[in-house]
């Protein structure tokens, strides 16, 4: 058998794929010990938008934690001065770690006068 001389550019892919796959098994390692915050989230509602009969108030959910969840229940209410508080839900089907998801409320558009909007996490299910 004889001996086989590599070029140079054999050498450096080589090397270059060596470092490359320990790179990625040093950051695997380091992501299944690291430990991950639980899922908490900011929620904010927007100013209420006219769409024919009705009101849509935009809503922006952050979640500031590492871990993801699913199946996320926003509830928002609406609050006026003597009348009983209305509440419109939707659900977000997906909200990942350290990410941002916008979702809307439809009101009547009567009921929306001079009212107070607040929205929160009212439930969700860990994936």
């Not at 299944?32 to 938008?49: C, M, Y």
């Amino acid at each position: 058998m004889t001996a086989r001389n590599t070029d140079w550019l054999e050498t450096l892919v080589s090397w270059t794929s060596g470092l490359v796959v320990l790179a990625l098994l040093g950051y695997l390692v380091r992501d299944a010990v690291s430990e991950r915050q639980p899922a908490t989230f900011t929620v904010s509602a927007g100013s209420p938008l006219a769409a024919g009969d009705a009101m849509h108030v935009p809503v922006s959910v952050r979640n500031t934690g590492d871990r993801a969840v699913q199946e996320l229940v926003v509830t928002v209410t609406l609050e006026r001065s003597g009348a009983e508080p209305r509440e419109a839900t939707f659900t977000l089907d997906w909200l990942a770690g350290r990410s941002l998801r916008r979702g809307v409320a439809v009101f009547p558009r009567a009921a929306l006068s001079g009212g107070r909007v607040t929205a929160e996490v009212t439930g969700f299910a860990e994936p």
